[in-house]
């Protein structure tokens, strides 16, 4: 039976796992700098395509992680990798931010208005009708409907706010049409991040803090999984799950070596 002593390489959620909001997770700077110290692979994954990594690292700084932007893999950039291996130089009307344009300007797409190949959508703080109209539109006209994550809301200091699921779901109920989800609870996006860091599934790790997103995706690409109680699940939202995880710790500050408070998931749990 695989155990934590096995694994070679790690992928690691952000929110919840790494950082709250913008303040660290006691413990994940230390296990950041144990993998950079030991030469261990690592890549932090979020479903959030709104920022590029370059973005994404300045943040994690000013939270005082050290996080280069080749360490951290986006749900935008796994859509981009995977619309280049289906259709490589191809075309794409995208709603959606400098997060996903720039990694589809980088995979070789063409953003255009006229007679896309793929209508892209992705989180955006400016969904408007119109652009929403002419996707339903490119869609009703063959374009193939593809969306970065399947999150229907998203966390703002002044609580939720409608995000890349709930304008699919409008897309969807005008065309008749269900789009492709790349990201999380996809493991295509895992499987992508293991292409990106030379990293095979029997030796790497996923630590993250749902079961519904992280540690579905993570048995499904045939990951070791780790739950963190640092984020949105405790104990009993397990029980509501046919599956489990591997481990279940309270934080990442568990994972560190030499720390006297590991946790594998109990007899029952």
């Given at each position: ?8 390489c790690?992928l ?11 303040r660290p997770?006691?413990g994940?700077a ?41 360490r ?25 931010e ?9 995979a ?10 793929y ?13 929403i109209?002419k ?21 703002t ?10 304008f ?36 790497t ?30 104990r ?9 995880p591997?481990?279940?710790v309270d ?19």
């Open positions: 039976m695989r155990t934590r002593a096995d694994i070679e790690w690691t959620d952000m929110d919840g796992v790494l950082v709250h909001e913008s997770i006691p994940a230390e296990l950041l700098a144990q993998w950079r110290d030991t030469g261990v692979p690592f890549l932090v994954l979020t479903n959030n395509p709104i920022f590029t990594p370059r973005d994404l690292s300045a943040r994690l700084a000013r939270s005082g992680l050290d996080v280069p932007e080749d951290i893999w986006t749900s935008a950039l796994a859509t981009a990798d995977f619309l280049r291996s289906q259709l490589p130089g191809g075309t794409a009307y995208v709603i959606g400098a997060g996903l344009t720039t990694a589809l300007h980088e070789g797409f063409i953003m255009t208005e006229t007679q896309p190949d209508v892209v959508v992705g989180e955006t703080r400016q969904y408007s009708f119109e652009a109209t996707a339903i539109r490119f869609i009703n006209a063959g374009a193939r409907f593809i969306i970065t994550n399947p999150d229907a809301t998203g966390p200091p002044y609580g939720v706010v409608p995000a890349t699921g709930s699919a779901a409008l897309i969807t109920k005008a065309t008749g049409k269900e789009p492709y989800v790349v990201g999380k609870p996809n493991p295509m996006m895992f499987r992508s991040a293991l292409n990106r860091i030379g990293a095979h599934s029997e030796t790790g996923m630590i993250g803090d749902r079961m519904d997103t992280d540690v579905v995706a993570g048995i499904e690409a045939g990951l070791h999984t780790v739950l963190v109680l640092t984020g949105i699940s405790d009993a939202e397990i029980e509501k799950y046919p599956f489990r591997d481990e279940v934080s990442v500050a568990d994972l560190v070596v030499g720390d006297p408070l590991e946790s594998e998931l109990p007899e029952g749990v």
